[in-house]
């Protein structure tokens, strides 16, 4: 390769897929987890922080037949050739801190944590590689009592960080449920679990395609399969009509059919499955320690509906949706969707210990609850104010426009000395709008000498250049000259805090 | 390579240097943090929070003679076949964005960050491949006052988490005094800035070993070399005894010389050097300032003495030194040392877009200040309460146990059902015992039937049982039996918080 003639300058930008988040992006996702973080304590959940970087071996992501681990985590060999990786989520890290402490965690072990994880995915609008999540989980507890008390937690933590009371509700699904249909249908067989994996495959990813393809659609896949626009084929389950119409009762979330009477009609279609029967049984203990605690269907509802995780949780799943309406791109109504979602797995600590561990955890999607919050008018409405700047008329005045600035710190006001090049003084208005400051102090040599300052009101300066005439705008009601003893009174009646 | 008869199971490690972090060690930093915060945006800093990756071309850590980045950071390459790196400190990306956003930014630019960062170094004892940072910079303010108030900030932000003023002291120093010093003593000068580069890269290092060398030590690496105990030989800068000396005048910190004796002798000294004279003006004006807002020299202090960092930065420097007394490793008394430095450094844009840009900011040592914090009794001197646990004495009525720990929480009380097996009532004791519980709620089926639950002290009980006779200890003083309706009242009784 031909050596370069000057060395190229390097480019100021982040890497594909990640980005920067400044000021009041960064304060208002602090203080929402700050809020969710008094919740998940109030209930007993301890905080726990791993590290980002994980062994790629205990990640579990490792394929030994490539030489590079396999897409989906960024990840890279250390010295001693072992492959480290950024974690992907916050639940195997979780995996590896309770098979690495299980001597000295207290069991059951509930734990939340918050932070970024990464994805080495394709970027896209919206979609980065790396964006926070905040799970809460417990280890450790067969009980459905435990999977009852996410519920609640999740149900709180929605109201605390400002989604009223009927703008959402979670959600309570449960796998084994899943099964009982499965194995009426015939295509589970207790006695052989792996019997039929292929068929219930197909059931599994039919049924989670049903926003998509419409119940027509995931029938077709459920028996001999589909063509799709494109004249592709896709071969289905195979099952008949009856076998796919006892499977498809679990989607049919027609709103015509409340949850508690499709309930009961699951009940008695699985009533020849023993798990599909524990399924009803263990939803029907949730909802009766839920309304113990006071937390009503309006709040959380038990939905044979839900189907998302399906596939992935072994017992009771839960899904917190938003149900307000918002426009969507093209302008249309719809409601906002799901917020968080979770559900009990087992063999969590299995892959290290051999021991099988229950646990039940919930992940909040931080950023979609904190567009959720937006699109409320719960947070980022009005800038918050910027500092109150201190000018700068005289450069050997500079001790004295610190002590001003030193004067309104103490009285535990926001505030700023402008440090740029104080010579021209427009390029200091400009720097205060640019900082949306409500204040402007002035004090120049003749201001000194009289022992008073200007404070100018910015936000009220700012409506008169946009509406008075000139006369109103002449006469300066936005500028006001108080002795500097009364600085700080005349800032705070500005601000509304006197 | 043969195949492995089983599949090995993975190990529940964090990888070699790395560490989580549990319950109190995860609440204190983001106390102690949400605290230094506070301080930060009273002086109009915001917050940003970079991506953890950053391309190794931005972070300027690329060799190009090399397949791999150079050791230090942990970089891999993406599907494009860009190196990416896990950022090694704050600074280099805060020069990122100020070159990638120079348009959309105030300016003067006030920002803060904290957060963790990566270095692919050795790990020992005390030391991690991540750690946290929390910095503050101003970017494009040239004037010294920005310098004096990263100061003023600093010790603010030392008091506001809990250093108490005497106990720890800001000094200040100037890299323009060393250039001064240096060209006094004839191995600067300034028409030819790379003459005698490599002389002066001998003073720098020998300057920063004066702890471990003493001024002997120095002194010989000045001159013509130092012969060290192993009977290794390392070559001098050359330097006659007369030109050492000047420049050993910037290490003469003992106590017997006051910070402003030894200001004034070194301002005669370098009388003759332009940037030595500017160098001791600046401090002399950042002293002044800093009066004027009431910082004196008992919180920030002009000390030519403080050499750590004089290589990196090109002007002022600071370094935030706790002095009170601990205890090292054998037993000694020391002072507990740096937890905090940064200074003026030039060209932090430069590198992108070819302007020059001044900065000033500091870095403060997130573990460092809390081991102080720990070593002054501030934090982690009593463990903090656990919450009170809910025990089940009968499994079928859960849902009554979980309305009395929703009760509870609704009271604001941290509180627990139990929820592992509650088959054996010695381990639900034994679980509140490792959750630190201060109260045990107990309610069998005689007490339901009375509509009275047991409230257990079990902070006084475990004092009872580890002092008490036998005769107090049946009497069980640390349990009460109250209504049920009187339960909240009862539990905030114990905490201390009725």
Redesign the interface.
């Known amino acids: 390769m031909a050596k370069e003639k000057s060395p190229r ?8 897929g ?6 009041a ?3 208002e996702r ?1 203080e929402m987890l700050r809020r969710i973080t008094e919740v998940y ?4 959940f ?10 790629v ?2 990640l ?1 992501k490792f394929l030994p037949d490539v030489d590079r681990p396999n897409e989906g985590v ?3 060999q ?1 010295e ?1 050739q ?1 492959w ?1 990786a ?1 974690r992907y989520d916050l639940t195997a890290p979780l995996a ?2 309770a ?3 299980r001597n000295d965690l ?3 072990y ?1 734990r939340y944590a918050m932070g ?1 994880v ?1 994805r ?1 995915e394709k970027p896209g609008p919206g979609r980065f ?2 964006f926070y999540q905040c799970d809460a989980d ?1 280890v ?4 459905v ?2 999977d ?2 996410i519920c ?1 937690m999740l149900s709180d933590a929605l109201e605390t960080v400002g989604i009223p009371r009927g703008d959402y509700v979670v959600k309570v699904n449960n796998r084994k449920v899943l099964n009982g249909l499965m194995q009426v249908a015939g295509v589970l067989d207790p006695a052989d679990p792996n019997k039929f994996a292929h068929e219930r495959g197909i059931v599994l990813r039919a049924i989670d395609k049903i926003d998509r393809l419409g119940p027509d659609g995931v029938r077709a896949l459920l028996g001999e399969g589909r063509k799709d626009e494109s004249g592709d084929f896709t071969k289905g389950a195979g099952l008949s009509d009856e076998q796919s119409s006892i499977v498809m009762l679990l989607t049919d979330n027609e709103l015509s059919v409340d949850a508690a009477a499709r309930l009961l009609k699951l009940k008695e279609v699985v009533r020849a499955s023993p798990i599909g029967t524990e399924g009803i049984d263990e939803l029907a203990q949730i909802a ?2 839920l ?4 937390y009503g269907p309006d709040r959380i509802d038990i939905d044979p509906g839900v189907v998302r995780g399906l596939g992935y949780y072994t017992g009771p799943v839960f899904e917190a949706e938003l149900t307000f309406e918002i426009l969507d791109d093209k302008g249309r109504k719809r409601s906002f969707g799901s917020v968080a979602g979770g559900g009990r797995y087992d063999d969590l600590v299995k ?4 021991q099988s561990v229950p646990a039940t955890g919930v992940s909040i999607g931080v950023d979609r609850l904190l567009a959720a919050l937006r699109a409320k008018g719960r947070i980022g409405q009005e800038a918050a104010p ?2 109150v700047i201190v000018t700068v008329m005289d450069r050997d005045r ?3 426009y ?2 001003i ?2 004067e309104l ?1 103490a009285a ?6 402008y ?3 104080p010579k021209n003084f427009g390029n200091q208005l400009k ?1 205060a709008d ?2 949306q400051s409500p204040v402007a102090i002035i004090q120049g040599t003749d201001e000194a000498a009289r022992g008073v300052v200007q404070v100018k009101d910015l936000i009220l300066g700012a409506k008169i250049a946009a509406a008075a005439s000139v006369e109103e705008w002449k006469s300066q009601p936005a500028q006001t000259e108080v002795a500097r003893a009364d600085l700080v009174a005349a800032v705070r009646r500005i601000l509304g805090n006197s």
Chains 1, 2 share one sequence.
Do not use: C
């Open positions: 300058r390097p480019r100021a930008e982040t890497p594909k990640f980005r920067d988040y400044f000021g992006e960064v304060t602090a304590h109030r209930y007993g301890d905080p726990l922080e791993t590290s980002a970087v994980e062994t071996e205990a579990g960024f990840a890279w250390d001693d072992d480290l950024l590896r801190v098979a690495q402490y207290p069991s059951p509930r970024p990464w080495n590689r790396q417990t450790g507890a067969p009980t009592a435990a009852a008390e609640a009766s320690l309304e113990a605690q006071g892959r290290f210990t051999g910027g500092p500079m001790a004295d610190m002590a600035v030193a710190r535990g006001i926001r505030a700023e000395m440090l740029g090049n720097y640019k900082r």
